[in-house]
T-cell receptor, first 114, second 114 residues
């Protein structure tokens, strides 16, 4: 298996622009998590899905952030409009319920908002 | 509150020696899983080892082993024969069985001296 795939790996944008981060989970995994990692706040859970349905989005910092999972093979995290404080590494992770509780992470997207 | 504490922000060890990273956690649940993840400079989050709370036997993966003390809520990671490639941030985490969300520690930076 190719593992969790994220794109792009790096994104540099200007304040006010829309940013879309993408994630392809491991085939068959039914839970998908979006995290944000910064030096100041460490690793934060933003939102997670089970069988494509958002279960808990209480970690989403504000309305500028939205996430979707239109099917079992694809999820997006969108920031609109972006701000410099959104600069961080964004991770997608997936797991298969009832097997091992282990989350497998993608390589992350490093976002820089100028 | 569910928390994970890694009391050592940074550790250093001579190559080929053994090092132990500490982790304590707080939960009232009886069914949970414990994890150590490694994050090298490439920023990829890699699973090192996992432990089911119901298992008394400590998990081992090659040079990596844990000392799981359930009553003390302690879950330390021992790395034997340290190698330069072990240099990374190490995160301790746990999840409640069936919940799949991970509660994370702040991380320990491990430096390997050649």
């Amino acid at each position: 298996d190719a593992g969790v795939i994220q794109s792009p790996r790096h994104e540099v944008t200007e304040m006010g622009q829309e940013v879309t981060l993408r994630c392809k989970p491991i085939s068959g995994h039914d839970y998908l998590f979006w995290y944000r990692q910064t030096m100041m706040r460490g690793l934060e859970l933003l939102i997670y899905f089970n069988n494509n349905v958002p279960i808990d989005d209480s970690g989403m910092p504000e309305d500028r952030f939205s996430a979707k999972m239109p099917n079992a093979s694809f999820s997006t995290l969108k920031i609109q409009p972006s701000e410099p404080r959104d600069s961080a590494v964004y991770f997608c992770a997936t797991t298969l319920a009832g097997v091992s509780d282990t989350q497998y992470f993608g390589p992350g997207t490093r976002l820089t908002v100028l | 509150a569910q928390t994970v504490t890694q009391s050592q922000p940074e550790m250093s060890v001579q190559e080929a020696e053994t090092v132990t990273l500490s982790c304590t956690y707080d939960t009232s649940e009886s069914d949970y899983y414990l994890f150590w993840y490694k994050q090298p400079p490439s920023r990829q989050m890699i699973l090192v080892i996992r432990q089911e709370a119901y298992k008394q036997q400590n998990a081992t993966e090659n040079r990596f082993s844990v000392n799981f003390q359930k009553a003390a809520k302690s879950f330390s990671l021992k790395i034997s024969d340290s190698q330069l490639g072990d240099a990374a941030m190490y995160f301790c985490a746990y999840s409640i069985g069936g919940n799949y969300q991970l509660i994370w520690g702040a991380g320990t930076k491990l430096i390997i001296k050649p």
